[in-house]
């Protein structure tokens, strides 16, 4: 069942669905992506049908709302609803995942990382490791990327026989690159290593396959790319890790409504909440669906692509993966020239960031990585090339922050 209050054709212009400020452009949909309106009125009307009669939607409506709302994303990511569990992000995901496999590992197991993966997931992980004695291993990918096996061969070298988990993003966070992770979970697999993809930029932004990939558990978030509402997320089990699975809060673990149990049981009460982010998911999708799904896809992808080239024209600089939708959709992680000084601490920004949004209104992020000074730009439907030549204009007239 979907609620929903507006009908929105989604023919020519989009920005009604928006309530972006006029004079704010809007570059990071891939950190924050706000909603489309007609998914905000969604989880509005979810919230209003709670509160009209508790009892009954708590006791009578909420499990088969939410079998109903898994079953639509299942769909749409290529598994069935049953092997889901909505989380409020890609970071509560990745905390089950950490805390359920953490507790089996032995001091001086080992669990594999990329070098691009989030700083959160690297703590996560840094304190679950901790606990238990187990080793964090971090392996360096080949930058600039040049075809899918090195990469893949650059994971699978590290790989040990105390390896117990392989983490590797779907996209990445710092440099916005699609990993080869099929291949990941094919090598992965002849070894007898589970992998656990941290995907929340995948999720909408490329086609999912859940089942074929073969991963063990997958994290992500809706408010990225599915414009789902903020705090809506899912967790992906394969069927052979349920059982594994400990809830990161304990309540009372059983049906509400009396159906038989169910390994989602113990993760669907975390005491009393408010579904509705999850609820207003199906109403995500069905937006995009009605856009078209791959016109979507492609129509970001263009304009990723188109502010590549511009961005690529006014530095100089190589990007550092070939121009591929193999490699980047609707993100691009590009080098600005360096300021020569160290990398500002976690949480002092890049001195650019200041003018870019003082002075033009431009909310784009800058990522120092590994000695890189990248400048991640996100398209979404409501991005034109005009944002992207305002950015151009405002980098020049900034001189990158030199
Ligand atoms: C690769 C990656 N993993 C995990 C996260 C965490 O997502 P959230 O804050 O929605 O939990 C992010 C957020 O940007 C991310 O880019």
């Keep these: 069942m979907t609620l929903t209050t507006s009908t929105s054709q989604l023919s020519g212009d989009l920005s009604n669905e928006w309530s972006i400020p006029a004079g704010v452009t809007y570059l990071n949909h891939g950190s924050f992506g706000p909603s ?164 929340p930029h995948a999720l909408a932004m490329m086609p999912l396959n859940l089942k074929k990939l073969g991963c063990d558990f997958y994290c992500a978030s809706g408010h990225k790319w599915l414009s789902a509402p903020f705090g809506s997320g899912f967790l992906y089990v394969a069927k052979k890790r349920q059982q594994q699975l400990t809830p990161p809060v304990m309540s009372w673990g059983g049906s509400l409504s009396g159906r038989s149990a169910h390994w989602q049981d113990e993760f669907r009460w975390l005491g009393t909440r408010d579904p509705a982010a999850f609820l207003a998911i199906p109403t995500a999708i069905e937006f995009l669906e009605r856009f078209g799904v791959e016109e979507f896809r492609q129509q970001t992808h263009e304009l990723a692509q188109y502010a590549r080239q511009r961005i690529v024209e006014l530095t100089g600089l190589e990007p550092p993966t070939p121009d591929s939708r193999e490699w980047y959709g609707s993100m691009i992680a590009l080098p600005l020239p360096s300021t020569g000084e160290p990398a500002p601490r976690q949480g002092i920004r890049d001195q650019l960031q200041n003018p870019l949004w003082g002075k033009f209104g431009i909310e784009v992020p800058i990522v120092h990585w590994r000695g890189e000074r990248l400048l991640r730009v996100s398209c979404y439907l409501y991005n034109t ?11 020049k007239q900034c001189n990158f922050g030199l």
């Excluded at 090339?385 to 980098?395: E, N």
Aim: charged share 25%; with cysteine; glycine share 4%.
């Design 36 to 199: 489309p309106r007609c998914v905000r009125d969604a989880r509005h009307a979810w919230s209003e049908r709670l509160e009209s009669q508790p009892m009954d939607f708590y006791l009578r409506q909420m499990e088969t709302a939410l079998d109903e709302a898994a079953e639509k994303l299942g769909k749409f990511i290529g598994t069935n609803g049953n092997d889901l569990l909505f989380c409020d992000n890609a970071t509560v995901a990745m905390n089950i995942v950490a805390e359920s496999v953490s507790a089996t590992l032995k001091p001086g197991d080992e669990i594999l990382f990329t070098d691009q993966e989030y700083g959160a997931v690297m703590r996560i992980w840094r304190r679950a490791a901790e606990r238990v004695g187990a080793r964090i291993v971090i392996q360096p990918m080949p930058r600039p990327v040049a075809n899918a096996d090195e990469q893949v061969a650059a994971v699978m070298n590290a790989v040990t026989e105390r390896t117990k988990l392989i983490i590797v993003s779907h996209i990445t966070s710092p440099t916005a690159v699609i990993f080869p992770v099929e291949a990941v979970c094919r090598e992965a697999t002849k070894r007898g290593v589970p992998v656990c993809i941290d995907g």
């Design 385 to 395: 090339r005009a944002h992207i030549d305002l950015l151009c204009d405002a980098l």
